[in-house]
């Protein structure tokens, strides 16, 4: 698995195909039975929810309830290759409910840059509220029930391999190390003793810190304040091919809810 090194100062990978992704996701979720919600709307764009409910019919409550989102950025096309990936898979815990969130910046896709159309980047955008699609976003979120864990997938064009930042102020057991045993079997892992400017081992990055000091707040702060107290941002390593990076994110994923939902049967 050799990097490409293309990516100097930015990144510079491949793009989203978006007629073709939503064609498929659209498929996908016909196929299997997903409920699709619409939360917000351009004139380009609508912007979607899918449900999965449980595949376990009877009538208790809802045992697990998982939210997973990706496609923040609009240079970072692994992430919803691999929600639609795992759609396609159709390899869910019975058990459980999805809640998805494929594509949360189309308009980013479209213009192949990572911020919306008006430059906002939108995962620093959850504490100030300025973008339309982050308010639409929040709004939706605020009317659904907890949520047990939440996955966020992503790409980083710094990255020398894949990394994962957990955020669990409550010390429940940890699914880092699985999500790390997962990937490495189809990605490198980023071993380096700082990422991003935080401490790393092996991968995993554990940033001790309270989200009401800081300015700006990504997604899995709002989630973790307002939420969840679990939360996982996966970072796949866009240097690359796409193909290992879509893979990561699928065996991270898949990992995570293997571990999550065996340790709290």
Not at 109 to 118: A, M, T
Not at 185 to 200: F, L, N, T, W, Y
Not at 209 to 220: G, I, Y
Not at 237 to 250: C, E, G, K, Q, Y
Request: aromatic share 10%; glycine share 6%.
């Amino acid at each position: 698995m050799q990097r490409l090194n293309k990516n100097h100062g930015g990144y510079f990978g491949e793009t989203l195909e978006l007629d073709r992704f939503w064609r498929d996701l659209a498929q996908a979720g016909r196929d299997f039975d997903w409920r699709v919600e619409h939360f917000h709307q351009t004139a380009k764009f609508n912007f979607l929810a899918l449900r999965r409910r449980p595949l376990v019919a009877d009538a208790r409550p809802i045992a697990h309830r998982i939210y997973i989102s990706t496609g923040i950025h609009g240079d970072e096309p692994a992430g919803p290759l691999a929600a639609l990936r795992l759609m396609q898979a159709n390899q869910w815990p019975a058990n459980a409910e999805i809640i998805l969130h494929p594509c949360l910046n189309p308009t980013g896709f479209s213009l192949n840059r990572r911020d919306n159309g008006q430059g906002i980047d939108l995962n620093r955008d959850y504490l100030d509220l300025q973008s339309a699609e982050v308010r639409a976003h929040t709004a939706w979120l605020a009317q659904q029930p907890l949520f047990e864990l939440c996955l966020c997938l992503h790409e980083d064009w710094e990255a020398h391999g894949f990394y994962v930042y957990e955020l669990n102020p409550d010390r429940q057991p940890s699914l880092a190390e699985a999500i790390i045993a997962g990937v490495v079997k189809v990605c490198p892992i980023d071993q380096s003793a700082m990422i991003e400017g935080r401490a790393a081992s092996g991968g995993i990055i554990r940033p001790n810190l309270d989200p009401l000091s800081r300015p700006q707040w990504p997604e899995a702060f709002w989630l973790l304040t307002h939420k969840t107290r679990l939360s996982y941002t996966l970072e796949a390593p866009s240097d690359f091919p796409l193909t290992i990076r879509v893979n990561a994110l699928v065996h991270g994923v898949n990992a995570a809810l293997a571990c999550r939902l065996l340790s709290s049967s």
